[in-house]
């Protein structure tokens, strides 16, 4: 039975999406491994995310912090050690609550996090790593920095004593996604920044070989989100 095909097992779609994951690692000439897998579970009940960590998924990323905290507290008691990434765009209210559960977090693209999120880590004292999400595009409905705001905010972040791991973005539904995937690579270099959050269950493939250190694969392991 084809991975892809929703009658498949969860542990065969995890597999098939590493396998996927190492030839383009292999393509691109990087090193196995490299990439880390972030199981998107966003809407998902625990019932259906249970298995994925069975089959050894360690890494899971949700959108909203309500819905993660409404979860994951027993779901990381039942299952030992797991990472929790924030990759959907986080309100400046919620910085302490996201702080106190997420590992990481892919969506710091203002001024106001900036200081919300610095004020929240001293106040909790945990200091999880974020990416700056950047609008490559300039898209009204999507959030993230412009690229002509991204030095200040990096230099804002830098000077809060804010962990930045890397760059994250979302490129154009309706466009080739590669050359955003370069633009923001390049970005992070010119940077000094060596994590790339950027791929999706569509093209995660592509981000992999343009140097993605971090994909974001929902439906691929889930299956179609109803």
Avoid at 27 to 56: C, V, W
Avoid at 105 to 122: K, Y
Avoid at 131 to 148: H, R, S
């Amino acid at each position: 039975m084809p991975a892809d095909d929703p009658r498949s097992r969860p542990d065969e779609r995890l597999a098939a999406v590493h396998a996927r994951i190492g030839g383009a690692e292999r393509l691109a000439r990087r090193d196995a491994g490299g990439t880390t897998l972030i199981a998107i579970s966003k809407t998902q009940a625990a019932e259906a995310i249970a298995p994925l960590i069975a089959a050894g998924q360690r890494v899971f990323g949700e959108n909203r912090v309500q819905e993660a905290e409404g979860k994951w507290p027993a779901l990381r008691e039942a299952h030992g050690d797991i990472a929790l990434h924030l990759v959907g765009q986080l309100q400046s209210n919620k910085a302490e609550e996201a702080v106190a559960l997420f590992d990481a977090i892919h969506s710091l693209d203002r001024s106001s996090l900036v200081g919300a999120l610095a004020r929240a880590m001293d106040k909790v004292g945990r200091r999880p790593a974020c990416f700056i999400q950047v609008n490559l595009a300039d898209e009204p409905q999507k959030g993230g920095c412009t690229v002509d705001d991204l030095p200040g905010l990096l230099a804002e972040a830098r000077a809060a004593d804010i962990p930045v791991a890397g760059l994250m973005t979302v490129p154009p539904a309706d466009l080739e996604a590669a050359p955003w995937f370069a633009l923001l690579a390049k970005l992070a270099r010119d940077h000094g920044l060596t994590g790339l959050s950027m791929g999706m269950s569509g093209d995660y493939e592509t981000a992999v070989t343009l140097g993605a250190t971090h994909v974001r694969v929902g439906t691929a392991l889930f299956g179609a989100r109803t």
